[in-house]
């Protein structure tokens, strides 16, 4: 079974019986056990054709599925290194089955070599094999179905403008405060002690913001002018046009980085206007972050500062994360549209399976 969306309109979606799949050689067959749904995989599907996401698993022409962050099993393998019943978390779609090409295989996991995935972002092609994965733990499977991948993109956010020296701002800005990537890199942010963290959010979600602990202000998106002056970073999770330009508008030379790192409010997206103050937004992809780091500090290196920053991370998390777990074709559907319209609670997320 496949969760197909319309690439032309997001809200067209259906489900598509399959037929079962077999390993041809050097393949492998993996059945999906379950997954997290959050407005991370909203901004893969906005932005499913300008960043490929939709390439990563094709089906018809005009569908696409869209990718989610979950756990597998090897069900059947015609690579000798890759073991059936190996358990790993990595990129899937929303489907029951997926045939992987495993290349690179160690205990640690492998890559698929899919020819359809070569010229993609490889971050997205490892699959770890929970056996040997420094973040795995059994305890928090749902916590890394949903947040793993969002922590991961505000870890590497966070290492950039430290190595940056934070552009010579003492305030940093986020977007979208109650949004768990805002909230992981407010977590990673307030650790260091170094600038001020302050939130931006909507008036219904700003009390909740507020509970999080990490914020030094957190204000609602028609309070800028209380935004607190000086030398600023602002970091767009929103996505929101309008916002952006209020922001670069209210701060102008003192904004001293812009960085779009999602689509929260993915329908208010719009183009960057010409003239608008100060620096131009630049998108910070994190594969590339993932790159650069791993040359610079080689793939265990860099799991290992990873894992050192999730656990306590996840522990913090633990205090606030509620999950829903839901299961077939209803409930995926229902939990996709409920987030593509932002009917969903910020202390609530879905782990759902096929």
């Given at each position: 079974m ?6 032309t309109?997001l ?9 079962p ?5 050097c ?7 379950a ?7 909203i901004?893969?599907a906005?932005f499913?054709?300008?960043?490929s ?11 696409g599925?869209?990718?989610?962050w ?8 015609e690579?000798?290194?890759?073991e ?5 978390f ?8 997926l ?13 698929d070599?899919?020819?359809?995935r ?10 770890a094999?929970?056996g040997?994965?420094q ?18 993109t ?14 010579g701002?003492?305030?940093?800005v ?7 990537t ?14 001020l ?9 700003a ?16 309070q800028?002018?209380?935004?607190p ?22 701060y ?14 993915h ?19 994190a594969?590339d ?9 080689g793939a ?9 920053a ?6 913090w998390?633990?205090?606030w ?6 299961h ?11 987030l ?15």
């Amino acid at each position: 079974m496949d969760f197909l969306i319309a690439k032309t309109d997001l809200h067209s979606c259906r489900f598509e019986d399959a037929a079962p799949l077999e390993p041809g050689p050097c393949q492998a067959l993996l059945q999906v056990d379950a997954f997290g749904l959050t407005t991370n995989n909203i901004t893969y599907a906005q932005f499913g054709e300008a960043m490929s996401y939709w390439s990563f698993f094709p089906t018809e022409a005009g569908w696409g599925r869209v990718p989610v962050w979950g756990f597998a099993e090897v069900r059947a393998s015609e690579v000798p290194e890759l073991e059936v019943g190996t358990r790993v978390f990595g990129y899937l779609p929303p489907s029951s089955q997926l045939l992987v090409e495993p290349a690179h295989v160690s205990a640690h996991g492998f890559t698929d070599a899919s020819a359809h995935r070569a010229a993609l972002p490889g971050a997205y092609n490892r699959y770890a094999s929970t056996g040997a994965d420094q973040l795995y733990d059994a305890e928090h499977e749902d916590a890394q179905m949903l947040l793993r991948p969002l922590f991961l993109t505000s870890y590497l956010i966070d290492d950039f403008l430290d190595d940056s020296d934070f552009f010579g701002a003492d305030t940093v800005v986020l977007s979208s405060a109650s949004s768990k990537t805002a909230s992981a890199l407010a977590f990673q942010l307030s650790l260091r002690k170094r600038v001020l963290v302050v939130g931006l959010t909507s008036a219904r979600s700003a009390e909740f913001a507020r509970t999080l602990c990490v914020y030094d202000h957190v204000l609602a998106y028609d309070q800028l002018d209380s935004l607190p002056a000086g030398r600023v970073v602002y970091v767009d999770i929103a996505g929101d046009a309008a916002l952006r330009s209020a922001v670069h508008e209210h701060y102008r030379d003192e904004l001293v980085h812009s960085a779009v790192v999602g689509a929260t409010h993915h329908d208010r997206m719009g183009e960057v206007p010409d003239g608008l103050p100060g620096p131009r937004p630049t998108f910070f992809f994190a594969p590339d972050r993932i790159v650069k780091r791993g040359a610079d500090w080689g793939a265990d290196g860099l799991e290992r500062r990873m894992a050192d920053a999730w656990h306590p991370y996840v522990e913090w998390a633990d205090g606030w994360l509620q999950v829903i777990h839901g299961h077939g074709p209803d409930a995926v559907q229902s939990a996709y549209l409920d987030l593509l319209d932002g009917r969903i609670d910020p202390a609530k997320a879905h782990v759902l399976s096929l």
